[in-house]
């Protein structure tokens, strides 16, 4: 049994992680987000940077980390403006290629032409997580924003448990009823007079972090216990566990429940945690997280207060200021949680900086408004500098700019250059560096 050290400025081995051409120190890393169904226009936007940047009221939860986000506006495939409703839309937006309903391929997404490139030097070339199963009989074109090939994706893990038991490997300290910090401590001591003061605070936050991540995940595994009793005496019997992503699943609906915890707030809050874990512990450096996957059933999101409808019915809004001002509201709760997890980032020491200070962190919908299903232009976030490669604290109008050219910047920033992606053979250069 190991536990993987976080980044630590006092141990040689840690301290200067050469990547490609990306200068020695913590390596950067690479995390792509996705939430579907749009926005609502009239209150997605910002202006300005610095002490001048002004969020509309969709993006006030930026607020606290502004200095460290840009508003990225106007950004586009320029060959998928005319793509018509669902379909193809939830593949699309990191491959710049549609799937799904009438289309049989998809493309490679950009952060598995990523991983590709700085996949071997971390456990995990990538990982990919999320909080929602397939929900539609169209399968994993709708269910997936990772693509290894342009007819693989790579499947998503939803449960926090199973992920948990993914970063650390050996599963024996569970058989002893333990914490896996017991079977660490010891040899954590004999760190002791090598580290700096810092690095002494880094290491005790981080266990304690782990300590609360297991007891979080210990409450959900109760929970679970308690539903596949429920499940035996509907059933009979349980199931195996069904991944919607697998392509010999397309199309088809499975006859059995996957089971979801109940808290969806908390589910969420347990995923993005452990993607800073996973980032921290630099068990990869390219990560995939989807809010929600395409369907006719989506998260109920009454738990906000003044949303009644359904979030797929509320996009369609025709105009209403009802609708409109519910679908805002969903769209700012996604923001809130995206905050969430730059702050927790960037609450992470490493060096002169912070993980978000050594990350890109970019969060997008497969379609602008969801009540016309365009996408002339995507909702983009950006969070994190990259070791200092990309201007923060803006908001950035490109003016019909390319996803693709972007997509490129990010690979030369996170030390993994590429020649093409699509149509755009350039990056948007000092664009993003000011």
């Not at 539609?136 to 074109?141: D, T």
Request: aromatic share 8%; proline share 6%.
């Amino acid at each position: 049994m190991s536990l993987t050290l976080p980044w630590l400025e006092s141990i040689p081995g840690l301290a200067a992680v050469p990547v490609g051409d990306v200068a020695a120190g913590p390596p950067i890393r690479f995390v792509a987000t996705f939430f579907p169904l749009g926005v609502n226009t009239h209150e997605w936007g910002a202006s300005g940077e610095g002490s001048t940047l002004t969020f509309k009221p969709t993006l006030e939860p930026l607020r606290p980390i502004q200095h460290k986000v840009n508003v990225l506006q106007d950004l586009s495939h320029p060959h998928l403006k005319k793509l018509r409703g669902h379909a193809g839309k939830v593949a699309s937006l990191y491959t710049g290629e549609p799937g799904g309903r009438d289309h049989s391929r998809a493309g490679t997404s950009i952060d598995q032409l990523i991983a590709n490139r700085i996949g071997h030097h971390t456990e995990f070339p990538s990982l990919a997580l999320g909080i929602a199963p397939s929900r539609n009989r169209r399968g994993f074109y709708d269910s997936a924003v990772s693509w290894v090939s342009p007819d693989r994706p790579l499947a998503k893990e939803i449960d926090p448990a199973m992920t948990f038991d993914a970063l650390f490997g050996d599963k024996s300290w569970l058989k002893r009823d333990r914490s896996v910090l017991d079977l660490v401590l010891d040899q954590a001591k004999t760190l002791e007079g090598r580290l700096s003061a810092q690095d002494s605070q880094t290491l005790s936050e981080y266990f304690q972090g782990i300590r609360e991540l297991e007891q979080r995940i210990a409450r959900l595994d109760r929970d679970k216990a308690d539903w596949q009793r429920h499940q035996q005496s509907e059933a009979g019997s349980i199931s195996r566990r069904f991944h919607p992503e697998d392509p010999r699943g397309a199309g088809e609906t499975p006859d059995f429940a996957l089971y979801q915890p109940e808290d969806f707030r908390e589910h969420t809050r347990l995923m993005l945690d452990l993607m800073v874990l996973a980032l921290r512990m630099d068990k990869t450096r390219v990560l995939s997280f989807m809010f929600d996957s395409y369907g006719p059933k989506y998260s109920d999101f009454s738990f906000i207060p003044g949303v009644r409808g359904e979030w797929h019915a509320l996009s369609h809004h025709k105009e209403t200021p009802s609708s409109l001002h519910q679908y805002h509201l969903i769209n700012r709760w996604h923001v809130s949680e995206y905050t969430y997890l730059l702050q927790k980032m960037d609450q992470v020491k490493e060096g002169d900086g912070t993980l978000l200070d050594h990350s890109m962190v970019m969060i997008g919908s497969g379609m602008w408004d969801g009540n016309r299903h365009t996408c002339e232009q995507y909702p983009i976030l950006l969070g994190g500098s990259a070791g200092g490669r990309i201007k923060t604290g803006r908001a950035i109008d490109f003016q019909g700019g390319s996803m693709s050219q972007l997509f490129l910047s990010l690979a030369e920033n996170v030390g993994a250059p590429m020649d093409r992606f699509k149509e755009a053979t350039e990056s948007l250069g000092s664009t993003l560096t000011g």
